[in-house]
Structure formats: structure tokens, C-alpha cells
């Protein structure tokens, strides 16, 4: 079920082992398993050595057909693989249908997620630092202010959780801070409630509560007290989802200072928006923003606010820089002045820094605030960042390759054992094809096969000869050849990885892998290279080569 990197669900081994498609019928699994039972029973080798590596093999298969013939088996292995079967679940009497199986493991998983949460605090902040080019240069010093804010949120129990913040800001001579406590008590799967109290420059008292009203609605109402002055604000919030990737909102604030806001979101694959317009009392503004990703990595991004006291527009980008931190730089040009922003935002840390360039939009000053930083960045990111970074990559390969040797190995050595096995039906059919001018598959290899492109004829016959496990790729025309049926077709079922094939094996973890084939058909030859989860069917006119 779950996806990681690109990749479907690869719990589907099993099938690979005895060819068979994920949605095989209980009568095709007993065929295949019957097939497979001949090829590697005990019984039919005389070798002591051919016997170990058949009953290897035999148990295997045996293994297959065990699970996939039992319905409640079967769906665990489909679900979860097997760390599902091997977690312990009890499939006595009170699971006896294939939803209550499901329900229950979705319990587990939940429970366990949850009991993970409950270990652990969960901590947020974030620091932001004014600074100013002007102010430096009239000898008032660089720092114009500071606002820094953290947070500290922990499971009480299943259904309630705490969270504990502060705040404190300094601007010139003057400061000010807050520290603030919210409780939050799920009611219900549809429903909660939440109690907030603050002491310092706010202090207030408020209740808020949500309930999603349908399925793609949700309302949000509060009320805050504050403590100073004895001022009531009441607001209310509606949210809807009006597409699979677009939610708006309308918000509505009662109290000293009112207000009614509409917004919108949209978050897809490649980009990100949102749009609001708020109108209150005694101002008004509205703001957009487009995001959008240029890669996993990297993005871009452009923003506009405009109202009373505010008018700006910002440009800028952000890339990741590792799993969890992601830097940024914007630049932004409004009636504030000239301001260089840089962000970093790791986990849920946050830090940003702001620096006023300019009080005067000055055109050419404005031009060269823009250009010069966005120049460094090509500049520093083609000929330093890159380079470190593939450097890097590169190790890490390196590093992983070193660590997965021994079992990689292991895998090859059983694949060459399952092909011995394989090899005299494998050369009987592929004689038997040659007679009759059917397929025969003359040369098949699976692996990293761009790795292999990389290198020349002589570099990657000179490797792997010295480091079989170093090249990457493993030869499988014995077992392509066993695989190729009476009528002279071969069929490797879409959404099964190729590495689970008998006579197969995964030659790089973590590697893309594909299947590059050379064949011939009737005197004529072919070629054709899938990816790991490709269904391939051959022969077809499609892979001629011309």
C-alpha cells in the first residue's frame, strides 16, 4: 500500500517466485506451484549438491503456495508483505472475514503510531532577526529588532494533548512577550475542543472549538476574553474542500476590531497557491502567492500583498538542502523599501532574517539588489554546490554499495544456484525454439543498466570479471528462456519486481533496475528494456531492430 520513491507497492515477491499475475486465481497458483514443484523436488536430483540447492529452492516455493493459497494469508502478504504475517497477528476465529482482517491490522498500525506520539515531545520555534543596511551605515547599529517563539506539544493521553509556547519580541528599546497554554480534547473522530490561556503582553483566555460537518466541511468557532481590559472577540471559521486539491475558507472576527475574510489554497504536485482578502473596521488587505516545484528539491516563489499600509511584491526561491532543512531566499520590493529575506527551516525549527536594503526604490539600486544575489546563486550552485553535492551522492552510493556487498552476494549465490536448476529444461526449450525458428532469448541481463551504459565494453567486461558484485547487473537468460511457454511467448506480469523471479535476484538495493533483453523471432532480431514493474510481452513487432 504504501509508495516510497517512485515505486509501487512491492510486496508482490511471491508472484514473482511463481510467475504468476498479483490478481491470480486460486486455480493458477495451484498450476504454477505444481509446475515449480516438479522443477525443484529433492527427488529428481542425484547430486548431493543439486539436491541442497533443489530442496532450498523447493521449500521456497512451497512457502508461496502456502500463503497465497490462504485467503486471510494473502491479504495480510498483499498489505503489509511479510512483516505483516511475521507481526504476531492471531488469525483465529474472530477474524474470519478479509475486511476484519484488514480493520484489525489498520487498529494496529494506528495504536502503534499513536504509542510513538505519546513517547515523544514534539517541539516547534522560530527566530526572526531585523536587520538594517541603512541603519548600520548611520551608525545605529545593524539590528533593527527580534521575535523568537517556540512551542512544546506532548499526547497526554489517546484522545487530549498539550501544548506549551512562548513568545518574546524586542524592537529598538521596547519588548514585550507572552507565554500561552492550550489544551486539546478530541470529542469525537468528527469533533474537538480547545482551552487557551495567555499571560504577558496578551493576556486572554479563550475556547475554541471544531466539528466537521461533512465530509469535505468543517467549522471552527471561538470566543477570547482578555484579561486586560475585559474586551470579548468571537470568531468563526467555515472550510470546505472544493476540489481533491483546493480548499477555501471564510473567517469571521467580532470584537474591537472586526473583520471578514475569504481564502483559498490549492496544493498539487508541481505547485502551490493561496489567495485571501480581509476587510475589517479600520483596514483592509489581500495577498496571493504561487509556488511552484521545480523538482523534489527545489522551487520558486512570487507574492503580493496589498492594503492599507502594506503594498509589496516578493520574489524569490528555496531549495532542500538535506532530509529535513530547506533554505530560501526572497527578495522584496514594496513601499517598506528593498529587502533581502533569507529562511532556513529545519524539522520545526524555523529561522528568518530579514535585511533592509533601502528606505528609497531606487530603480537602478533595486535592479542590482535583484541581479547581483541571483547571479551568486547560478554561479555558486553550478560550480560549487553541485559538484559537492554529486561528490557526496556518489559516496554515499559507495558507502551503501559496501554495506549491502555481503548480502547482494548471497542473493547472486543463490540466483546461480536456482539456474542450475533451470539451466537443461532452459536449454531444451531454447532448442526446441531454435527448430522451430520460435523465441529464443539470446542474451538478457537485469540491473542498473544506465550504470553499465556509462562504461565502456572493455571497462565493464574488465569489472566483471574482477567484481561481479561491482557490475551491477545479473545475467538471466537461462531463466527467460525457461520462462518462454510451448506456444513461444514470454510474459512478466506489470507490478511484480523482476528481483523476485526464480533465477533472479537484486544485484544493486537501491538502484533503479531494468530488464534489457535481446531475442530472436522467426530470423529476425529484437531488443527491448523495461523497468523493474513493466509488464513485458515478447515477442512484438515493436522491438524490432531496424
Avoid at 355 to 380: C, E, Q, R
Avoid at 481 to 502: C, E, P, R, T
Wanted: proline share 3%; aromatic share 6%; net charge positive.
Amino acid at each position: 500500500m504504501n509508495e516510497k520513491n517512485g515505486e509501487p507497492n512491492n510486496n508482490k515477491e511471491l508472484y514473482a517466485l511463481l510467475h504468476i499475475s498479483p490478481e491470480a486465481s486460486d486455480e493458477e497458483i495451484r498450476r504454477a506451484y505444481r509446475q515449480w514443484a516438479q522443477v525443484y523436488h529433492p527427488d529428481k536430483c542425484q547430486s548431493p549438491l543439486m539436491k541442497e540447492i533443489a530442496t532450498e529452492n523447493f521449500q521456497r516455493v512451497c512457502e508461496a503456495y502456502e500463503i497465497l493459497t490462504d485467503e486471510k494469508k494473502r491479504m495480510i502478504y498483499d498489505i503489509y508483505g511479510m512483516e505483516g504475517l511475521n507481526s504476531g497477528l492471531e488469525l483465529g476465529p474472530k477474524l474470519n472475514k478479509v475486511e476484519e482482517i484488514k480493520e484489525e491490522l489498520e487498529r494496529l498500525k494506528r495504536q502503534m503510531e499513536q504509542e510513538k506520539v505519546a513517547a515523544h515531545f514534539q517541539p516547534s520555534g522560530s527566530i526572526l532577526a531585523n536587520l538594517s543596511w541603512p541603519d548600520f551605515v548611520d551608525g545605529d547599529g545593524i539590528m533593527r529588532g527580534m521575535v523568537m517563539a517556540s512551542e512544546v506539544q506532548t499526547q497526554i493521553s489517546k484522545h487530549t494533548s498539550l501544548a506549551i509556547g512562548g513568545n518574546l519580541a524586542v524592537n529598538s528599546n521596547a519588548g514585550g512577550g507572552a507565554t500561552t497554554a492550550i489544551l486539546r480534547h478530541n470529542l469525537s473522530p468528527v469533533s474537538s475542543v480547545e482551552l487557551m490561556g495567555s499571560i504577558g503582553l496578551q493576556s486572554l483566555l479563550g475556547m475554541q472549538s471544531s466539528r466537521q460537518l461533512s465530509v469535505h466541511s468543517t467549522a471552527i468557532m471561538g470566543v477570547t476574553m482578555s484579561l486586560r481590559d475585559g474586551s470579548i472577540n468571537l470568531s468563526n471559521t467555515w472550510s470546505r474542500q472544493l476540489s481533491e486539491t483546493t480548499n477555501g475558507n471564510i473567517h469571521l472576527s467580532l470584537g474591537v476590531e472586526s473583520s471578514i475574510g475569504v481564502g483559498w489554497r490549492k496544493k498539487d504536485e508541481n505547485m502551490s497557491a493561496s489567495g485571501g482578502i480581509k476587510i475589517g473596521t479600520s483596514s483592509f488587505g489581500a495577498t496571493a502567492h504561487y509556488t511552484h516545484f521545480f523538482s523534489a528539491k527545489s522551487h520558486g516563489r512570487i507574492a503580493g500583498t496589498v492594503g492599507s499600509g502594506a503594498l509589496a511584491l516578493e520574489i524569490g526561491g528555496g531549495r532542500k538542502v538535506s532530509k529535513s532543512s530547506t533554505v530560501r531566499m526572497l527578495y522584496s520590493i514594496g513601499i517598506q523599501g528593498l529587502i533581502w529575506k533569507f529562511e532556513l527551516h529545519r524539522g520545526g525549527q524555523k529561522l528568518v532574517v530579514p535585511i533592509l536594503l533601502s528606505n528609497h526604490l531606487n530603480p537602478v539600486f533595486a535592479t542590482g539588489a535583484f541581479i547581483i544575489p541571483v547571479s551568486l546563486y547560478f554561479t555558486l550552485k553550478n560550480f560549487v554546490f553541485k559538484p559537492y553535492y554529486r561528490r557526496r551522492e556518489k559516496q554515499k552510493g559507495l558507502d551503501k554499495f559496501e554495506k549491502t556487498r555481503g548480502q547482494v552476494k548471497e542473493a547472486r549465490t543463490a540466483a546461480k544456484k536456482a539456474q542450475q536448476l533451470l539451466k537443461n529444461v532452459a536449454d531444451r526449450k531454447r532448442n526446441k525454439q531454435l527448430e522451430m525458428g520460435g523465441l529464443v532469448i539470446v542474451k538478457a541481463i537485469y540491473g542498473n543498466i544506465k550504470a553499465r551504459h556509462n562504461k565502456s565494453e572493455q571497462e565493464t567486461k574488465e569489472e566483471e570479471e574482477e567484481d561481479e558484485v561491482a557490475s551491477q547487473i545479473i545475467d538471466v537468460t537461462v531463466p527467460l528462456n525457461f520462462l518462454v511457454n510451448d506456444s513461444g511467448q514470454l510474459k512478466l506480469h506489470k507490478g511484480v519486481k523482476k528481483s523476485g523471479i526464480m533465477g533472479f535476484c537484486d544485484p544493486c538495493p537501491g538502484q533503479v533496475k531494468h530488464l534489457c533483453v535481446e531475442y530472436t523471432h522467426r530470423g529476425t532480431r529484437y531488443e527491448v528494456t523495461v523497468d523493474d514493474y513493466a509488464e513485458l510481452l515478447i515477442p512484438d513487432q515493436s522491438h524490432k531492430v531496424v
